[in-house]
Nanobody, 121 residues
Framework: QVHLVESGGGLVQAGGSLRLSCAASGSFYALGKMGWYRQAPGKQRELVASVTVLGNPTYADSVKARFIISRDNVKNTMYLQMNSLTPEDTAIYYC???????????????WGQGTQVTVSS
């Protein structure tokens, strides 16, 4: 069984920083592209940032220059450093990863349970 476990969410004042982590656990063959999504109340889930196996990042325009995504392929963990947070960043943040459980299985997308980030003004 594969699990993606997020941590690092919480309450922070505007202008502050948080660092989210997403750890992939369980038995699997290969971990592919990983990403962070978020969903604010009443809004659709949106891509925040993603990172390839080689570490190449992609960011939503709304977080460019403020957020940094990275990954540690030895620890099977992805990070999101969030700086200069604003109330508009308040949302549940979900971890997402493409993963192959064995050499014979297809790539499949997994989701974490989410971690709440609340930015007060």
């Amino acid at each position: 069984q594969v699990h993606l476990v997020e941590s690092g969410g919480g309450l922070v004042q505007a202008g502050g920083s948080l660092r989210l982590s997403c750890a992939a656990s369980g038995s699997f063959y290969a971990l592919g592209k990983m990403g962070w999504y978020r969903q604010a109340p009443g809004k659709q889930r949106e891509l925040v940032a993603s990172v390839t196996v080689l570490g190449n990042p992609t960011y939503a325009d709304s977080v460019k220059a403020r957020f940094i995504i990275s990954r540690d392929n030895v620890k099977n963990t992805m990070y999101l450093q969030m700086n200069s947070l604003t109330p508009e960043d308040t949302a549940i943040y979900y971890c997402n990863a493409d993963l192959r459980q064995s050499v014979t299985t297809d790539l499949r997308t997994y989701w974490g349970q989410g971690t709440q980030v609340t930015v007060s003004s």
